[in-house]
C-alpha cells in the first residue's frame, strides 16, 4: 500500500478532503493531521500553517517518520495577470522559485546565486531559488484534467514571503519569472521534498488575480473547493493507471 502525503496551509484548504475522505483526526502533535486509508492508498492529510517555516518545519516533521511515495501540496494562489489565469481556474507546478529570497544591490535585486551558496546541494547539484517538482505526477494530473474536461494549466510557481498585493508587483514577478502564479509555501514544500528524494505535486486553485489587492474580487472558498475536488478525483483514479 503506498503512502500519500497531502499538505496545505490551513483548515479551510483542507476541510472537504478531511470531510470526504475515510480519515480520522490523530491525537498529539501540535500540528492537526487526519490519517486513514482510501482504495490503494494510506493518507496523511496535514495543516501545516502560513508561510514558508511552518510548511517546511510540518513536511520534516512527517519525512523524517515516514517514506510517502507522494507528497500532495494543495491550497489557493494568486495568478500573475499575464498567466492568462482566472479566479477558479486549476494549475499545477512545474518548478517552484523562492520569489523574494536573494540580495538587493546597487543594481538591483538578485537571487541566492549572486551570494553563492545554495538552498540545497543534493547528488552534486546545487538549488538556489528554483527547485524541480516531480514530472510523472504533474503529467497524470494533467492528463486526468484532459479526460475530465477540465482546464488545467502547467507551469511554474513562485513562493513569496510578501503577498503581492499591487498590480506593479505582480508584473515584476511575471516578467521576472514567467510563472503561473505565487503562494507562500509551496516552494518550501518542494525543497525539503526535493531533499529527501520525495516526489511533490503542487496543485493549487486561484482565488485571485494579483493585482491591486481588492478582496472583493477574491473567491477563496472556489479555489480550494475546485482544488480538494480535483484531488479526491486524482487518488480516486491512482489504481487505474
Known sequence: MQTIIITAATSQELALLA?????????????????GEVGSARLIVAETGIGKVNAASAVTALLENILPSLVINTGCAGAYI????????????????????????????????????????????GY???????????????????????????????TVSTCSGTAVRGAELFQRYGALCESMEGGAVAHVCLQYGVDCLELRGI???????????????????????FILKFIETLGEE
Open 207 to 229: 482565488s485571485n488575480l494579483v493585482e491591486d489587492r481588492d478582496l472583493s474580487r477574491w473567491d477563496l472558498p472556489r479555489a480550494v473547493e475546485k482544488a480538494q475536488r
Open 19 to 35: 470531510r470526504t475522505l475515510d480519515i480520522q483526526e490523530r491525537s498529539g502533535g501540535v500540528r492537526k493531521t487526519f490519517m
Open 82 to 125: 499575464g498567466s492568462g489565469l482566472q479566479v477558479g481556474d486549476l494549475a499545477v507546478a512545474s518548478a517552484e522559485i523562492y520569489g523574494d529570497e536573494g540580495v538587493e544591490t546597487p543594481a538591483g535585486w538578485e537571487s541566492l546565486e549572486a551570494i553563492g551558496i545554495p538552498s540545497l546541494e543534493r547528488h552534486d547539484a
Open 128 to 158: 538556489f531559488n528554483e527547485f524541480p517538482l516531480a514530472v510523472l505526477p504533474a503529467q497524470r494530473a494533467v492528463r486526468l484534467a484532459n479526460q475530465l474536461g477540465i482546464p488545467l494549466h502547467r507551469g511554474k510557481f513562485v
